[in-house]
């Protein structure tokens, strides 16, 4: 197992990404869609210009490339920022009649694109072809002063796309900031602690009856396999169910969590979300952090908020015996309002925001891994009934 490009210009090493994303040996051989890792994830929002300077002033990314009408780019603006190995692309419409005007409009902030690194795109994209993919650009090289890179994109769930990047052609690897028809670009602005190394996962939302669905799409299309699953008690609350399957690539670098709506009582989370984001789409990205700790206060100094937890789980004589020592007291997990859970390989820390945007819609996930593979099962409770209190607010429960 290798790093990628951008795991190397993050300076992690192959042990640090193992702890904070949870990655395992695979037989590369026989994958039939071979993925390098993340390429971007890549936002489309009201206003570009803000969104950049938000993740920069709040989430210490750093601006490293820009599109816009200065360069040539008369439809919109686009911001390349990065954190760790993980690049975030932040567009927004400058002509009115710009389709991403049309997809703000209808969806909000969100994530219209999950850009994926892969080796050889022709033969991503042919097989993606032979196993019923939509393919919505066919493989096609961008060339400038830098070099050229070669993409193509398949259609995933909702509106969401998957671009595929091969940054390697003809045995040379583009130098450019991010691709052809970006310039870079940086700000002044003094970066704080680097709050988030790496990309652990990113949670997909999809209709009722229609997470199988995706489940195979995944298996069949891109070859990834089947890491868990969470149905009945597992994810349920008192008023509210739902149910996840997570798909993975070989080596669990990129990992996809799939979640339908369930039968309950009241409106669960991905309800509220398909009603305001008129969809199925990616509902929140875990970012893994090597102290989360020190990443949770540096967020709250810069004032992002996060969903509250009761003292009482803290408190819970149960938790703490299946969770025994961790690596700081229980007392300074609950005075930041962070969960914990163990299983069979580790444990892990993690936090999860309020949604970011105006709509009840996208959120992010801190997370710091110890050893397990898993999601936070023994957490999901906890977790739902805090997002059910926010949805009480909005009035949408």
Same mark, same amino acid.
């Given at each position: 197992?290798?790093?990628?490009?951008?795991?190397?210009?993050?300076?992690?090493?192959?042990?640090?990404?193992?702890?904070?994303? !949870?990655?395992?040996?695979?037989?590369?051989?026989?994958?039939?869609?071979?993925?390098?890792?993340?390429?971007?994830?890549?936002?489309?929002?009201?206003?570009? %210009?803000?969104?950049?300077?938000? @993740?920069?002033?709040?989430?210490?990314?750093?601006?490293?490339?820009?599109?816009?009408?200065? %360069?040539?780019?008369?439809?919109?603006?686009?911001?390349?920022?990065?954190?760790?190995?993980?690049?975030?692309?932040?567009?927004?419409?400058?002509?009115?009649?710009?389709? &991403?005007?049309?997809?703000?409009?209808?969806?909000?902030?969100?994530?219209?694109?999950?850009?994926?690194?892969?080796?050889?795109?022709?033969?991503?994209?042919?097989?993606?072809?032979?196993?019923?993919?939509?393919? /919505?650009?066919?493989?096609?090289?961008?060339?400038?002063?830098?070099?050229?890179?070669?993409?193509?994109?398949?259609? %995933? @769930?909702?509106?969401?796309?998957?671009?595929?990047?091969?940054?390697?052609?003809? !045995?040379?690897?583009?130098?450019?900031?991010?691709?052809?028809?970006?310039?870079?670009?940086?700000?002044?602005?003094?970066?704080?602690?680097?709050?988030?190394?790496? &990309?652990?996962?990113?949670?997909?939302?999809?209709?009722?009856?229609?997470?199988?669905?995706?489940?195979?799409?995944?298996?069949?299309?891109?070859?990834?396999?089947?890491?868990?699953?969470?149905? #009945?008690?597992?994810?349920?609350?008192?008023?509210?169910?739902?149910?996840?399957?997570?798909?993975?690539?070989?080596?669990?670098?990129?990992?996809?969590?799939?979640?339908?709506?369930?039968?309950?009582?009241?409106?669960?989370?991905?309800?509220?979300? &398909?009603?305001?984001?008129? !969809?199925?789409?990616?509902?929140?990205?875990?970012?893994?952090?090597?102290?989360?700790?020190?990443?949770?206060?540096?967020?709250?100094?810069?004032?992002?908020?996060?969903?509250?937890?009761?003292?009482?789980? @803290?408190?819970?004589?149960? &938790?703490?015996?299946?969770?025994?020592?961790?690596?700081?007291?229980?007392?300074? /997990?609950?005075?930041? #309002?962070?969960?914990?859970?163990?299983?069979?390989?580790? @444990? /892990?820390?993690?936090?999860?925001?309020?949604?970011?945007?105006?709509?009840?819609?996208?959120?992010?996930?801190?997370?710091?891994?110890?050893?397990?593979?898993?999601?936070?099962?023994?957490?999901?409770?906890?977790?739902?009934?805090?997002?059910?209190?926010?949805?009480?607010?909005?009035?949408?429960?």
């Amino acid at each position: 197992m290798t790093l990628t490009t951008d795991e190397l210009r993050a300076d992690l090493t192959l042990e640090q990404l193992r702890q904070l994303v !949870g990655l395992v040996e695979y037989d590369e051989a026989g994958d039939v869609f071979p993925v390098t890792g993340w390429d971007a994830i890549v936002f489309v929002v009201g206003n570009a %210009t803000q969104t950049a300077h938000y @993740y920069q002033a709040a989430w210490g990314m750093e601006l490293v490339a820009y599109s816009g009408p200065e %360069t040539g780019n008369r439809d919109h603006k686009a911001f390349v920022l990065a954190s760790g190995s993980i690049r975030f692309v932040v567009m927004g419409a400058v002509d009115p009649d710009s389709p &991403l005007a049309d997809h703000h409009r209808r969806h909000g902030d969100g994530v219209v694109d999950i850009a994926l690194e892969v080796p050889d795109v022709d033969r991503c994209i042919a097989q993606a072809r032979s196993a019923g993919a939509t393919v /919505l650009l066919e493989p096609e090289d961008r060339t400038d002063e830098f070099g050229t890179v070669r993409v193509a994109a398949i259609a %995933t @769930y909702g509106e969401t796309r998957h671009t595929l990047v091969q940054r390697e052609v003809g !045995g040379t690897t583009y130098a450019g900031p991010y691709l052809p028809g970006y310039v870079a670009r940086s700000s002044s602005m003094t970066r704080p602690l680097r709050v988030f190394a790496a &990309l652990d996962h990113i949670v997909g939302n999809v209709e009722l009856g229609a997470m199988d669905e995706w489940v195979s799409f995944y298996n069949r299309v891109m070859g990834f396999v089947n890491m868990a699953e969470f149905i #009945g008690d597992d994810i349920a609350t008192d008023y509210s169910a739902l149910m996840s399957k997570v798909v993975a690539n070989g080596n669990h670098r990129v990992k996809f969590p799939l979640n339908e709506p369930a039968i309950a009582a009241r409106k669960s989370q991905i309800d509220e979300y &398909l009603e305001f984001y008129r !969809g199925a789409g990616a509902q929140h990205l875990a970012v893994a952090t090597e102290d989360i700790l020190a990443s949770v206060d540096a967020l709250r100094a810069n004032g992002v908020e996060f969903l509250e937890t009761p003292d009482s789980y @803290y408190d819970d004589p149960e &938790l703490r015996r299946r969770i025994g020592e961790v690596r700081v007291p229980i007392e300074e /997990l609950k005075s930041r #309002g962070i969960l914990v859970d163990r299983d069979e390989d580790g @444990y /892990l820390l993690q936090i999860f925001t309020r949604p970011l945007g105006d709509r009840p819609t996208v959120f992010f996930e801190l997370i710091e891994r110890h050893g397990s593979l898993g999601f936070g099962k023994g957490n999901f409770k906890a977790l739902f009934e805090a997002i059910e209190r926010e949805q009480e607010k909005r009035g949408n429960l």
